[in-house]
C-alpha cells in the first residue's frame, strides 16, 4: 500500500512541479487510479448509486488543475512506523497562475529515524515562470531556460499524465462548501486491507470533496492504520487540498534566481 502511495505521490509531484500546465484537452471520463490496494480477494462490484446522487467519479488530476486559471495544492504523505518514534513526512506547495504562466513549488521531506533522534529534513524551492526555470536545494540557485520549441513538446508530455486518488464505492455524504467552492462530500473504504497479511485494521478511512461545477478534486483525505502486534502500527495519511481557488497570485523569481541567471553556464 505505502509503495503504491509513493508512486501517485512522485508522479503528482512531477505535475506539480511542471512549468506550463494546461487544460489537456481530454475526456471527462477518469483514467484508472494510479493507487490501488493491495490485498487479495475479488474484485469489489460497482453497485449502482441511488436516484439523486450525484456523480462521483472525479477528472484527473491534469484536467482538473488544468480548468483552472489559478490555485494553490497542498500534498501531505505522512507514514509512522512500524516502530511509533519513526515517522517519514512528505509536504508539496504548489501556487498556479495560469495568466502569467507561474508556479511556484515548496518541497519538504522530514525523517525521524527508528528511537527518535534527530530528524533529517530537506527544502527544494522550483520557480517556474514563462519557459524559464529556477531550483535550490540549500543556498545555490540553479537557472535553466527553454526555447519555445522544448516548452512545447515538455507541456504536451505533461498533458499526458492523466491520474486520480485511490477511490472505492464512495458513499454520498452531502454537499458542503469547502474553501469557498460548492463541494460534493464522498467517503469510502479502502478493500483487501490485511487480507494477505493477517494485520489487524484499526482505521480505513477515505474522504474526498468534488466541486459541483467541474468534477475536480477540491480535497482528499485518506487515513490508514494496521497492526500485526500491539508493538508494530503502520499509520499512513495521504490529503491533497486546494486553496485559492481562481484568486489572484503573484509569483516572482527570487534575488538568487535573478543572480543565478546572468551566470553565464558552463559548456
Known sequence: ??????????????????????????????????VVPQGGGEEPTATPAPVGTPPADPVSMNEGLGSLNSYQMTILFKTIGPDPSQSSTTTIDTQRSTETKATYTHLNMVTVPKGGG????????????????????????DWTSSTPAEAEIANLLKSMIGMTPLIENPTFIGEEAVNGIP?????????????????????????YWLAVDGQYLVKYLLIIETSSDPTTVLHEEVSIELTQINQPISISFPQGCLDASLVT???
Not at 119 to 140: E, L, V, W
Not at 186 to 205: P, T
Request: glycine share 10%; with cysteine; proline share 7%.
Open 1 to 34: 500500500m505505502a509503495k503504491r502511495m509513493l508512486v501517485f505521490l512522485v508522479v503528482l509531484a512531477l505535475m506539480a512541479l511542471g512549468c506550463n500546465l494546461g487544460s489537456s484537452g481530454a475526456s471527462s471520463t477518469p483514467p484508472p487510479a494510479i
Open 183 to 207: 463541494t460534493n462530500h464522498f467517503s469510502f473504504n479502502v478493500s483487501g486491507l490485511g487480507v494477505e497479511s493477517g494485520a489487524q485494521v484499526s482505521i480505513n478511512q477515505g474522504n
Open 118 to 141: 534527530e530528524p533529517d529534513s530537506t527544502d527544494s524551492h522550483i520557480y517556474n515562470i514563462g519557459n524559464d526555470q529556477c531550483s535550490s536545494n540549500g543556498d545555490k540557485w
Open 265 to 267: 553556464p558552463e559548456p
